[in-house]
């Protein structure tokens, strides 16, 4: 099974949120822990306020992962890979490109 790179797993509610991301920018998967192995069900990406983003998400899934990237070009570029590292989560679309971008998947080309 592929591996994330991400920090976590931690539990997805508010004070766990609060506690372990700070400002910034990244990605996250969402997902939930058998056995010591991670199950990934969500991946996506804040490209402006990754902590605000997770809040979005409580309620959804017991767990998440999470990673700060310097550029919303970084953040793409590992939500795609993320995307297709983990072909059996529950996102219905190929991760959208950043607003006003041409950026292109690292890894289809969409």
């Known amino acids: 099974m592929?591996?994330?790179g991400l920090?976590?797993?931690?539990?997805l509610d508010a004070d766990t949120i609060d506690?372990?991301?700070g400002d910034g920018i990244?990605?996250?998967?969402l997902g939930s822990?058998?056995?010591g192995t991670f199950y990934v069900s969500y991946v996506g990406r804040s490209d402006?306020?990754?902590n605000a983003r997770l809040h979005q998400h409580i309620g959804?899934?017991?767990q998440f992962k999470h990673g700060f990237l310097p550029t919303v070009k970084a953040c793409f570029e590992k939500e795609c890979h993320l995307y297709h590292d983990f072909p059996n989560q529950n996102n219905k679309a190929h991760p959208s490109k950043p607003e006003e971008t041409d950026y292109?998947?690292?890894v289809c080309g969409a």
Not at 7 to 11: A, T
Request: proline letters at 7%; one cysteine or more; hydrophobic letters at 25%.
């Open 7 to 11: 920090f976590g797993p931690h539990s």
């Open 19 to 21: 506690a372990e991301v």
């Open 48 to 50: 402006t306020d990754l």
């Open 33 to 35: 822990s058998n056995n």
């Open 2 to 4: 592929a591996n994330t």
């Open 26 to 29: 990244g990605v996250y998967v």
């Open 60 to 62: 959804e899934d017991d």
């Open 104 to 106: 292109n998947c690292p």
